[in-house]
């Protein structure tokens, strides 16, 4: 079988700033259920997690190379399992 060229794989600044935006967005949709549900933990604790969330994905915008952030774990041979996953399993078939 041909060996395929490596793919770098990586997500750009922008597509954190995206990232970032949505989970603000989902966040404050998650909080709102907190009006209408008990889920047995303070909404200050989810509030905390969204904060620091978004707050991590600013600092992996702010760090990120112009190239964009890479997401290949360091050390992998290129084609370890990346780029060829083969098959997606769909488990309603089963």
């Not at 600044?13 to 909080?31: H, K, M, N, Q, W």
């Not at 509030?47 to 952030?69: C, E, F, Q």
């Not at 360091?74 to 083969?86: C, K, L, R, S």
């Amino acid at each position: 079988m041909p060996s395929q060229p490596s793919i770098p794989l990586g997500i750009n600044p922008d597509d954190l700033d995206l990232l970032s935006r949505t989970v603000v967005r989902l966040g404050g949709y998650a909080e709102g259920l907190f009006d209408f549900h008990d889920f047995g933990f303070d909404k200050n604790s989810l509030r905390d997690h969204i904060s620091n969330v978004h707050a991590t994905l600013k600092r992996l915008k702010d760090v990120s190379p112009p190239g964009g952030l890479p997401l290949r774990p360091p050390n992998i041979p290129a084609g370890a399992f990346w780029e060829d996953q083969g098959e997606v399993w769909n488990y309603l078939q089963s």
